[in-house]
């Protein structure tokens, strides 16, 4: 999975994460739990305010979720459940792991409880320490090796300034491996003490391994750097390929200016969008960033008791990319805000998809502050197809027009399978 909470501990970018990513009742969504294993490090809870945030926390999801029967779950048999245990007296870390196991039973990938700030995942207590950095690096891993891939750095962070890029694979950290056997990646691989260096064991497809020493420092401006480039097909067109990580509410921006530079020297014959990586972010950022290839109706905004026009535009055409011809790469790292562009422009026909089946979670959360500093993020609406709006995506994904088995790892761009798929695409279409 990407990790971006192991990359950063500046704290505004913590904060940032927690809007970016998984807010959205302003426009914005997310898909990512918090474990339930807590270490406590706040004031006791009395009794009176654990039954305060138990009953608003219940309430938020009677009153508001967006399947009526609670996903198949008896929500009235949980409260008296919860109550009772939460009512036989729990200390504040035993309330907490109760309310994240709670809003768990739903069951549905999306709705979680988030504890206050000052309450952290056990294993994950570097992500608050001031004292510690990160090189600046978005990353995942990939299940059944021990090492991780850089899908991008961030702007002017101690891994681009060592001339780290996107897709070089980190095998070991100070000769360490990044990931377990199963490909989880270790919480604390790549953070540090401020001012200390880390030695890096990096590889790029094809080449011979080397090693790079970084240094831990703060990314006071965490800003991703967009990877893009033009390719060329046996017709000798020219193709613009851009990687769209996430949506970080920069991403519009960046794209915009990819296109802008990609198309400088000639006008561009068509385009690949990369969103093998990209986990969704700031609903906001990704309509503006659609808006630059369609506009309109691309489907519904579906919440338990009402149906909305899902919009997009007025078209923002960027050097003609309202009319480019459209490959967007998918991928199972495919979800939230990305399936709902990719899904959107396939639905449309504005746009071909070749890869893998996506995540599969399309759900739009609402966002709750609770007193204490908790934060309860509920599903509480879904996405539908304007020409499909019996297709409910949530649990199945996205299947692209062409599956092509190609993960983002293991080579360059110009080797990649997909890519090569999606350039014989646009050079017969």
């Known amino acids: 999975m990407v990790n971006l909470f192991n990359s950063l501990r500046h704290p505004r970018f913590i904060l ?15 898909s990512t739990r918090i474990p339930v294993t807590i270490q406590s490090t706040s004031t006791p809870l009395t009794l009176s305010m654990q039954l305060k945030i138990f009953e608003y926390t219940w309430k938020a999801v009677n009153d508001d979720y967006l399947y009526p029967d609670f996903n198949g779950v008896n929500w009235e048999a949980i409260h008296e459940e919860y109550r009772q245990k939460i009512a036989s ?3 504040t870390q035993a309330f907490y ?5 709670m809003i768990d039973q739903l069951g549905d990938n999306h709705s ?10 056990v294993g994950s207590q570097l992500v608050d320490d001031p004292s510690y950095g990160s090189i600046g690096v978005l990353h995942m891993s990939v299940p059944g090796h021990r090492y991780t891939v850089i899908v ?10 060592a001339g780290l890029k996107f897709r070089d694979m980190i095998l070991a950290v100070d ?3 990044p990931a377990n056997k199963n490909g989880n990646l270790i919480t604390s691989s790549l953070r540090g003490p401020l001012g200390t260096s880390v030695t ?23 800003i991703l750097t967009v990877p893009y480039q033009v390719l060329t097909t046996l017709n000798m067109e020219r193709i613009g390929y851009i990687l769209v990580p996430d949506f970080d509410i920069t991403m519009d921006s960046q794209v915009k200016n990819a296109l802008i530079t990609l198309s400088a ?3 561009l014959d068509g385009l690949i969008l990369d969103f093998r990586t990209n986990k969704g972010g700031n609903l906001d950022a990704m309509c503006r960033t659609l808006s630059f290839f369609t506009e309109g109706t691309i489907g519904y905004r579906i919440s338990r008791n009402d149906k909305r026009y899902f919009n997009i535009g007025p078209l923002n055409n960027i050097y003609g990319s309202g009319q480019l011809p459209l490959v967007l790469l998918v991928g199972e790292s495919t979800a939230s805000a990305a399936e709902i562009f990719a899904g959107g422009l396939q639905d449309t026909q504005r746009a071909f998809l070749i890869g893998e089946t996506t995540a599969g979670k399309v759900g739009i959360l609402n966002a709750y502050k609770i007193v204490d500093g908790s934060y309860l993020y509920i599903l509480h609406a879904s996405f539908r197809p304007v020409n499909h709006p019996d297709e409910d995506w949530n649990g199945v994904g996205i299947t692209p027009d062409q599956i092509v088995n190609a993960p983002f790892d293991g080579s360059i761009v110009e080797d990649d399978l997909a890519i090569q798929e999606a350039l014989k695409y646009l050079d017969q279409r």
Request: with cysteine; glycine share 10%; charged share 15%.
């Open 200 to 222: 890096l064991t990096v590889q790029t497809p094809g080449q011979e391994q080397r090693n790079i020493e970084v240094m831990y420092r703060n990314i006071d401006n965490p």
């Open 152 to 161: 991008t750095t961030f702007q002017g962070s101690p891994a681009e300034e």
């Open 112 to 121: 979680y409880f988030s504890p206050p700030m000052g309450i952290v995942p």
């Open 89 to 91: 007296g729990l200390s």
């Open 175 to 177: 000769g360490n491996p």
């Open 97 to 101: 792991e109760a309310m994240a196991y």
């Open 16 to 30: 940032l994460l927690f809007w970016l990513t998984l807010f959205v009742s302003c426009g914005r969504n997310g």
């Open 265 to 267: 020297d000639a006008p």
